[in-house]
């Protein structure tokens, strides 16, 4: 079957940096997103990675290695606005989304 | 800036009644998509459209149905609402085509089924 992992709830402190890991077992690999949600609100989008390597995006930054089937998403410079679940998914080999649970993130002033 | 629109944000509704969840998307997209959101769970989808009056299922279709009319609307239907349906639904939709897959969400409608 298919599977994406990624850990329940974390915690970090204002200002610091946080990584947020994501391993995936897929049929198939068309790229990867991380999707950001605050409570009660929609998700949006923050990267899409479809080649190994870390793009970089502000104080945010998203690393693949589809070799592993993994990815993390990097934030850098923590603010209490961050605290959101962070949602990854993986585009299959028919062009699905497959989604983890999330991640919840609490930032900590 | 795309703007998806769900039009109830909290629905109370009881078991076996007809629920209807409307989502209407302002910037031409192609493809849209119904999602529930559980605890615990990842996104699962319902179903899908990739243009006017076509339809796809998706993991879980049992129990729903859909329409899609316009280009702009695509609605969820619930034909007897039963409580292991009391969730988050979400809408989606994206431009199409070659792009990314990229979705744009509405902001989820908290249905709860008595």
């Known amino acids: 079957g298919q599977n994406i992992d990624q850990p329940t709830e974390m915690t970090a402190t204002e200002g610091a940096i946080v990584q947020i890991n994501c391993t995936y077992q897929?049929?198939?690999?068309?790229?990867l997103f991380w999707y950001q949600q605050h409570a009660g609100e929609a998700p949006t989008f923050l990267s899409y990675?479809?080649l190994d390597g870390l793009e970089e995006k502000g104080r945010f930054s998203s690393f693949l290695s589809r070799s592993k089937g993994y990815s993390y998403l990097l934030l850098k410079e923590l603010q209490m606005k961050d605290s959101a679940s962070y949602l990854c998914?993986?585009?299959?080999?028919?062009?699905?989304?497959?989604w983890g649970a999330g991640t919840k993130l609490i930032i900590k002033p | 800036d795309v703007k998806v629109t769900q039009s109830s944000r909290y629905l109370v509704k009881r078991t076996g009644e007809k629920v209807f969840l409307e989502c209407v998307q302002d910037?031409?997209?192609?493809?849209m998509f119904w999602y529930r959101q559980d605890p615990g769970l990842g996104l699962r989808l319902i179903y899908f459209?990739?243009?006017?009056?076509?339809?796809e299922k998706g993991d879980i279709p049992e129990g729903y149905s859909v329409s899609r009319e316009k280009k702009e609307r695509f609605s969820l239907i619930l034909e007897s609402a039963s409580t292991n349906q009391t969730s988050m639904y979400l809408c989606?939709?994206?431009?199409?085509?070659?792009?990314?897959?990229?979705?744009?969400f509405g902001e989820g409608s908290r249905l709860t089924v008595l």
């Open positions: 989606a939709s994206s431009l199409g085509g070659s792009d990314t897959g990229e979705l744009f």
């Open positions: 910037m031409d997209h192609e493809n």
């Open positions: 459209s990739y243009d006017v009056k076509m339809k």
């Open positions: 897929t049929s198939g690999f068309n790229g």
């Open positions: 990675n479809v």
């Open positions: 998914a993986v585009l299959d080999s028919n062009y699905q989304l497959i």
